[in-house]
């Protein structure tokens, strides 16, 4: 057994992630995996994490905070520095943090990174912060980017694609997640399963419209949810689990997911065909194409994998076409910022023309590998329409014979919201969901 580590240790491995985001552009769950890591407690490795991303989600405000604490611009401060003192103010901030220890560890989680020199900036700063807390958060929240702890780039984009909206979702994205179950339908009944999630002390929450989604009261490790091992449940959020309904799969059709790692979605699609779907799983990037084959096997579930890129055919395409297509691109994840906040660090306003292309790239190399009156969905966890309709619009007008469907199942729920342009769309926050889009085009006959 691993002894508890120092505050000082949690503290600044904390530090240290969110500094590999500042520098090195990492996602936050990379720059996680820390040497240091491996020898920690579990309760320990948990306070980091929690720390880290507090301190990430928070970390617009905290930027405006430390402006003023330093009277000078945050931009100023080495990022490993920056950093710590983002996850002192975290521990200040935040009610569910235990602040009592939060100035002294964190002062000396700066000695512990080798930084004693800025023992007493790092205490004066902390200190004041907490003397002075009205008058600051006040300063700090009178900016958008403040206020919502988000990049002003951003903001002004949301605001001009969801000018009704744009508040409540940037304010959705500061909360903490909830955990979704999907319940694999091949090993077990969503009503039972609930019963036993209560035996078990877990309550749970059933979604009106999608029975086999279930929403925790609390978060839990996977590995402590009854039956997750075994493969009688997934994680996935519910909006995720929309797809299913929307691609409407059937025993004996020949399925393509043209982006699939994780293998969420795919994995959806055949519980849904009690398995009995050919479905190639496609990921261009290897080591994520590995939690594919690993989701599958835990669900007992088979499918072919191909690492390639779904932009290119040639490489990988047998010549037989297929009867449903799922594409769900490499987007800007803006619709899932309160999964992952290091996007708000990590993403540029110059990175989303981009991203655009490369989505529409994927549609035009594998919509004629469609068959016929076979049916194509289009899916981002965006929230942008530069990447959603734009990206849909421009397509649809390249290929006449792609008809859109404005009509969705009867069972769709009614926080998915159709759009006048193209598809549908799930808002951060609205029934608990992620930021989700969809668009389902049927390729006409000729």
Same mark, same amino acid.
Request: glycine fraction near 10%; charged fraction near 20%.
């Given at each position: 057994m691993s002894a508890p580590a120092s505050g000082a240790a949690t503290r600044g491995l904390a530090a240290r992630a969110v500094a590999r985001v500042l520098v090195e552009g990492r996602t936050l769950d990379v720059a996680l995996q820390l040497p240091e890591m491996d020898s920690l407690a579990a309760a320990d490795r948990a306070q980091v994490r929690a720390l880290a991303y507090g301190a990430t989600r928070w970390h617009h405000r905290h930027r405006r905070l430390l402006g003023e604490l330093l009277h000078r611009p945050s931009a100023r401060l080495e990022p490993e520095l920056e950093a710590l003192l983002s996850v002192g103010l975290f521990q200040v901030l935040d009610a569910a943090q235990p602040d009592y220890a939060a100035v002294s560890a964190t002062v000396a989680a700066a000695r512990w990174l080798g930084r004693s020199r800025a023992t007493g900036l790092v205490n004066a700063a902390l200190r004041r912060m907490q003397r002075e807390r009205t008058p600051l958060l006040a300063a700090a929240l009178a900016a958008d980017d403040g206020r919502y702890s988000c990049p002003s780039w951003l903001i002004d984009r949301l605001r001009s694609d969801w000018p009704r909206d744009w508040q409540p979702v940037l304010e959705a994205s500061l909360q903490a997640p909830p955990l979704w179950l999907r319940v694999n339908r091949l090993r077990r009944d969503p009503a039972e399963y609930r019963a036993e999630l209560a035996t078990a002390g877990i309550e749970s929450t059933a979604s009106p419209e999608l029975p086999f989604a279930l929403r925790l009261a609390r978060a839990t490790p996977v590995a402590g949810i009854p039956g997750f091992l075994a493969g009688e449940v997934s994680v996935q959020d519910v909006a995720a689990q929309v797809a299913g309904l929307l691609l409407d799969v059937a025993p004996g059709m020949?399925?393509?997911? !043209?982006? /699939?790692? =994780?293998? %969420?979605? /795919?994995?959806?699609? &055949?519980?849904?065909? !009690? %398995?009995?779907?050919?479905?190639? !799983?496609? $990921?261009?990037?290897?080591? @994520?194409?590995?939690?594919v084959g690993e989701n599958l096997e835990r669900l007992g579930l088979r499918a072919t994998t191909v690492c390639a890129d779904a932009r290119e055919p040639s490489s990988w395409w047998d010549g037989r076409p297929f009867d449903r297509i799922l594409v769900d691109v490499p987007c800007s994840g803006t619709g899932v910022i309160r999964r992952h906040p290091d996007i708000k660090l990590l993403r540029r306003p110059g990175d989303i023309g981009p991203l655009a292309g490369r989505q529409r790239a994927? &549609? $035009? !190399?594998?919509? =004629?590998?469609?068959? @016929?009156?076979?049916?194509?969905?289009?899916v981002s966890c965006s929230i942008l329409s530069a990447e959603n309709t734009a990206v849909v619009g421009a397509f649809l007008a390249a290929h006449p014979q792609a008809r859109l469907e404005r009509i969705a199942p009867a069972t769709l729920p009614d926080w998915l919201r159709p759009l006048p342009d193209a598809g549908w769309q799930s808002l951060p926050g609205a029934a608990d969901t992620d930021g989700l889009y969809y668009a389902l085009m049927t390729r006409a006959e000729p």
């Open positions: 020949r399925v393509l997911d !043209a982006c /699939a790692a =994780p293998g %969420g979605k /795919a994995t959806q699609l &055949l519980e849904l065909a !009690a %398995g009995e779907i050919d479905l190639l !799983a496609l $990921d261009h990037d290897a080591t @994520r194409l590995v939690r994927i &549609l $035009d !190399a594998v919509w =004629p590998l469609l068959t @016929r009156g076979g049916q194509l969905l289009y």
